[in-house]
């Protein structure tokens, strides 16, 4: 017999989004049973990483206003505009809520918090704890949801499928890792908020838990998937791990350079030049994340890139900040730098290059973090609200899972209100079909297919074609790759047949859940025949707002290639215009 | 249920050969026999001095034997060990924030072997060593 | 859970262990010289006497036995669990007994002086 | 690249085959910049997809994989092979049951965590609309090192009192206490005290000092429980002798 576990609640991840919904639920109303589970501790969550900082409007010379227009134009008009206006409002609430917490916040020498320059954006208005904000936000939430005895947690459980009955989501089943055994979670709404899929791609700097199985969970389920053909670069990853140098590098003053030591940035309409040491808002380094890895890929076909043993790279210099600014802001860089690529940015340029960061697109979801299924809620990286675009501007996500976890974590409430309840017969039945779905992959024997030989053909087709440039032919070998590959995961056989913490079994898992939002992503592309923001197609080299200015939404076929449909785009106040990273004109 | 988590057992009396830094930890807490010991030796010390001027002298006398040197000797090995010790980690104790920065703990630690020196020579000089 | 009434030995303890490391290795070097034959002038019967009259190095001996001792013993009662024996009461009355012990006799001795 | 072949001793423990814990040899075709993480993702992806341990972020800030690499507590995404000889051993965390391979189960740990009330408890209330508390560069310096554990638990591992004593909190959980009643915004510390300044708390620490000497991150546990000590040392001697004193 399969354990049920009623409850009000559930929520799905327990990073930075899911912690903020539960601690949500629990002041609303104490009395709620909440549910919080997540496949890893919630310090292990991915939101831990985090480095650089979360934008806010809190200064003086600051404005609401301001902050729209560079999350609207950093997004190449792609954002819903009502929502980045809701998220703008809520943000500075946000982050003082924090603050209330024991967020360590770095601080002006006045006592309020600090603020740093970040990329993109017009005004200083990224908060920030050293080089590892995401640690300390995740930290504080986790911490402070300690608080609350309504939150129940199920930490190492591994969320499989939703339970949907009457066109209404009731439940979900989940792995118990420890046992192996399947639960069911009966609850009266759910929460997704598990996070982005970075994994999908061979070179990132997402953590291994980052393999999009909400969002694979969300659209099994019939939930359509939003805009996953934007997927993000950062330009400044360390070439051998991935590993992240934060923004905040170039916030505070790095400047990137070729192999012929040139700040080739303004090459590319971010110059002209801003003196060395005095770094200029959205001009040159201080450009959005799209524009600069797109110069990082011209560079190399221009043959001026640095080559090292891991690949073509350019150069970050730090050197001229000197080693206090650089110990006092970014420690956790320097550590970094001079632990896995042994080279130490207060001494010597730091070889970088692009690597894939984020994902824009999810689980669609609207300005209520509500997605069309009755009782199912989404926020965080695994969801598209959106208010990211074609291209999230650095430091708008950490604060979009404090405005959206809270905000998805009231809707709940609200619809909780109308009386719901599960219906345990037909949950059941379901369960128990998943609960055989997982038995025969299981038990399967004479596969012929290994989890990590598809995923390695996953990950090489994403990176050769859906990388930051793409064509219709390289899409189409990516979408036909990944077909395959769905196919060929049907011959996948497990070794591991035992119950206790069956890793085997959970990568299996992942990769199932990659490969739909892998074919969602190359479909997406595919389709999309312009170019905006991080979706960049050699053969369609110019915005088309005629037919795209419109969000993609990918439905979901069990074996065939997802059916895409389009949505407009809300626009309030902004209307598209053309994305000036030029100092020139201020 | 097939969770059978294993517990190994940590070895009750001989733990500390498991590593080199118990091994240091485990001299430094023995350093306590012998402080103790002194102790003892100055009360007893103490006790003759108050019998007069014979008892004392004789006490005095009987410190120059071979195991009283031994004693000495070894004692103060143990006692230097224990010193350094317990200097080295006072910055972890009482670390000391002026403004913002907090003292590095070299520097700590170096005004205690500072004061240390100056405490000993003073004793010393006050005895009439030299 | 109750709050522990360690800090009482503890306090003890932190103040010999300060107290012993700064003072213990020059005694000790005065009593080695002694034992060698060098007996340093204060060690000489009626120096030390004297020195013991005063009530300021009544004190001073009187601190430094006593503290040395506390530290001693409570030190040696976390050692001795290290060591593996478990029966902590025990221990614990034990060393404690022979310090307070320790102290009295102090006490008394140096006012008989 | 060059390439280095490596002994892997991987200390294996499934609970449904194996009665105790024994060792497997894996030879793994290393590059030179690899950690031992790296090595054991090899072994997961191409020698034997049986192996379980836990690991996420590689970059040392998720403290998901902790382990006793030769003898050493260590987070394996830290640990890079140019430091280590061809073999290597590498067993779970120990002072915790195996749940299987690598995996410890560290249920002991979290209900600590929980027990110390590691989240701050306002000095005075603030609304949002009143804004951010002012705290000082300097105020915010000194609790800031001890925010940022990572709850490895390599300290717990290293700790001989945590191996011999169960009950003992431990260096992290205490030392995050010491975080939030040194944090300026925080009032919170005589509940902590009730919990922290107990036997199980802080008096079964003797200041091994080990804790400190493997924390990955430099939080310095040590030296934030010999601080509890003497502040809880000052407390008892103010609540005893100086009754009048207490405000
Ligand atoms: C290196 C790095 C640096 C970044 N820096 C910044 C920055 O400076 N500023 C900024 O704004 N943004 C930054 N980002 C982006 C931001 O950190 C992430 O988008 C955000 O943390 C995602 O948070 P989340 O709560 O949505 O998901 P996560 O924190 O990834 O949490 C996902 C949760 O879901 C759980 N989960 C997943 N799948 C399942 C399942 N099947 N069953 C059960 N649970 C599951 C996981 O266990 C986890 O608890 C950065 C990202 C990275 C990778
Ligand atoms: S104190 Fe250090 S070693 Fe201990 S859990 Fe925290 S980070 Fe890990
Ligand atoms: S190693 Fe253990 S005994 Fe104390 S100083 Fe650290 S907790
Ligand atoms: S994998 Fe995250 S700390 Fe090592």
């Not at chain 2, 807490?29 to 001027?53: D, P």
């Amino acid at each position: 017999m399969m354990e049920k576990i009623q409850t009000d609640v559930a929520i799905v991840g327990a990073g930075g989004a899911g912690l903020r919904a539960a601690i949500a639920l629990a002041e609303a109303d104490p009395k709620l049973r909440i549910s919080l589970i997540s496949k890893v501790y919630p310090m292990r969550s991915h939101t831990c990483a985090a480095e650089g900082g979360a934008a806010g409007v809190i200064k003086p010379d600051d404005s609401m206003d301001l902050h729209f227009n560079d999350t609207v134009g950093g997004g190449d008009w792609l954002c819903d505009q009502d929502a980045v206006e809701y998220f703008i409002k809520e943000a500075p609430k946000e982050l003082t809520q924090l603050e209330h917490w024991g967020c360590p916040w770095s601080r002006e020498a006045d006592g309020s918090v600090a603020v740093r320059p970040f990329g993109g954006m017009k005004i200083k208005r990224t908060w920030f704890a050293a080089d590892k904000t995401g640690f300390h936000l995740l930290h504080t939430l986790f911490q402070t949801s300690l608080k609350y005895p309504s939150i129940q947690r199920f930490d190492e459980h591994y969320a499989t499928d939703l339970l949907v009955d009457a066109g209404r989501c009731q439940g979900l089943t989940a792995i118990e890792m420890r046992s192996g055994q399947l639960r069911q979670f009966q609850a009266k709404a759910v929460i997704i908020t598990t996070g982005g899929a970075g994994r999908m791609f061979p070179f990132t700097t997402n953590g291994a838990i980052k393999t999009g199985d909400g969002m694979a969970m969300a659209y099994r389920a019939g939930v359509s998937l939003k805009d996953m053909e934007f997927v993000q670069y950062h330009p400044t990853g360390l070439p051998n791990t991935g590993i992240l140098l934060t923004e905040g590098c170039r916030g505070e003053g790095g400047i990137l350079v070729n192999k012929h030591n040139y700040r080739y940035l303004q090459d590319y309409g971010m110059g002209p030049e801003t003196p060395i040491g005095q770094p200029v808002l959205k001009t040159m380094e201080l450009g959005p994340r799209d524009r600069l890895s797109q110069a990082f890929w011209h560079e190399q076909k221009k043959g001026n890139t640095v080559p090292t043993p891991w690949g073509d790279c350019v150069l970050l210099d730090m050197r001229h900040l000197g080693e206090k600014l650089i110990d006092e802001r970014l420690p956790f860089v320097r550590e970094l730098a001079t632990s896995y690529l042994q080279k130490d940015p207060v001494h010597e340029p730091i070889p970088i290059r692009p690597v894939v960061h984020y994902m824009m697109g999810g689980i669609h979801t609207d300005i209520n973090a509500a997605t069309v299924l009755p009782g199912l809620f989404a926020a965080g990286e695994c969801a598209c609200v959106t208010i990211n675009g074609a291209n999230r501007l650095g430091s708008n996500s950490l604060t979009e899972l404090l405005v959206f976890g809270k905000r998805a974590a009231l809707s709940a409430v609200e619809y909780i209100g109308s009386g719901v309840t599960p219906n345990d017969a037909a949950i059941t039945k379901q369960a128990e079909r998943v609960q055989g779905r997982i038995r025969t992959l299981f038990e399967k024997s004479g596969g012929t297919e290994s989890i990590s030989g598809l995923r390695k053909e996953m990950t090489d087709s994403m990176e050769e074609h859906a990388g930051i440039y793409r064509t219709a032919e390289g899409l189409q070998s990516a979408c036909a790759k990944i077909g395959e590959l769905r196919l060929r995961y049907a011959d996948i056989e497990l070794h591991d047949k035992t119950n206790v913490y069956n890793t085997d079994l959970l990568q299996a898992l992942e990769l199932g859940a990659m490969l739909d939002c892998a074919e969602a992503v190359a479909v997406g592309a595919l389709e999309r025949k312009e170019s905006r923001g991080a979706h960049q197609r050699l053969d369609f080299e110019a915005r088309d707002d005629q037919n795209y200015l419109k969000h993609t939404l990918a439905h979901y076929h069990p074996n065939e290639p997802p059916r895409i449909e389009y949505l407009d785009v809300v626009i309030t106040k902004s209307q598209p215009s053309v994305r000036d990273y030029s100092g020139a004109k201020k | 249920m097939s969770r059978k988590p294993y517990v190994r057992e940590v070895p009750k009396t001989t733990w500390y050969f498991r590593q080199g830094r118990y091994m240091r930890y485990m001299g430094r807490e023995v350093t306590c026999i012998f402080v103790g010991a002194y102790a003892l030796f100055l009360l007893v010390a103490i006790k003759r001095l108050s019998e007069g001027r014979a008892a004392y002298e004789a006490f005095l006398e009987g410190l120059s034997s071979p195991a009283g040197i031994l004693f000495q000797v070894v004692t103060l090995i143990f006692v230097l060990y224990h010193a350094t010790s317990w200097f080295n980690l006072t910055p972890k104790a009482m670390p000391v924030q002026r403004g913002e920065q907090f003292l590095p703990g070299g520097v700590i630690v170096g005004a205690h072997y500072a004061g240390w020196v100056v405490v000993s020579l003073v004793v010393l000089f006050l005895a009439g060593v030299f | 859970m109750a709050k522990s009434n360690k800090p009482i030995v503890w306090g003890l303890f932190a103040a010999g262990g300060t107290l012993t490391a700064f003072f213990l290795p020059a005694l000790i070097v005065l009593t080695l010289l002694a034992a060698l034959g060098y007996v340093p002038d204060l060690l000489a019967y009626e120096n030390m006497r004297a020195f013991a009259e005063h009530w300021f190095g009544k004190l001073v001996l009187f601190v430094i036995v006593s503290l040395s001792l506390w530290h001693a013993a409570h030190r040696l009662r976390i050692t001795l669990h290290d060591f593996g024996f478990r029966s902590d009461t025990l221990i614990a009355s034990a060393v404690y007994l022979v310090a307070a012990l320790g102290t009295i006799a102090a006490i008394v001795y140096l006012l008989r002086i | 690249m060059s390439e280095r072949q490596i002994q892997l001793e991987v200390l294996r423990y499934n609970p449904e085959t194996d009665s105790e814990p024994r060792f497997q040899t894996y030879s793994v075709p290393c590059e030179a910049e690899w950690v031992v993480l790296d090595a054991l993702n090899y072994v997961k992806d191409h020698l034997d997809t049986t192996l379980s341990y836990r690991w996420s972020c590689h970059m040392a800030v998720c403290g998901s994989c902790g382990m006793m690499i030769n003898g050493e507590p260590t987070l394996s995404c830290k640990a890079f092979l140019r430091d280590y000889p061809d073999t290597i051993r590498v067993e779970p965390l120990v002072h915790f049951p195996i749940e299987r391979d690598l995996v410890t189960v560290i249920d002991d740990f979290m209900e600590k965590l929980n027990r110390v009330k590691p989240y701050l408890i306002p000095k005075e209330a603030r609304t949002i609309a009143e804004g951010e508390y002012r705290q000082s560069p300097a105020e915010l310096k000194r609790f800031k090192q001890y925010t940022l554990c990572i709850n490895c638990m390599l300290c717990y591992s290293a700790c001989p009192e945590y191996g011999l004593i169960p009950d003992f909190i431990g260096p992290a959980a205490i030392a995050l206490a010491h975080r939030y009643n040194s944090d300026s915004r925080d009032g919170g510390r005589e509940q902590r005290q009730q919990v922290i300044a107990t036997k199980e708390g802080v008096w079964e620490c003797s200041f091994v000092g080990a804790c400190s000497e493997v924390c990955p991150k430099h939080v310095d546990p040590a030296a934030a429980l010999q601080q509890v000590k003497i502040a809880s040392t000052v407390d008892w001697y103010k609540e005893h002798l100086m009754p009048w004193g207490k405000s």
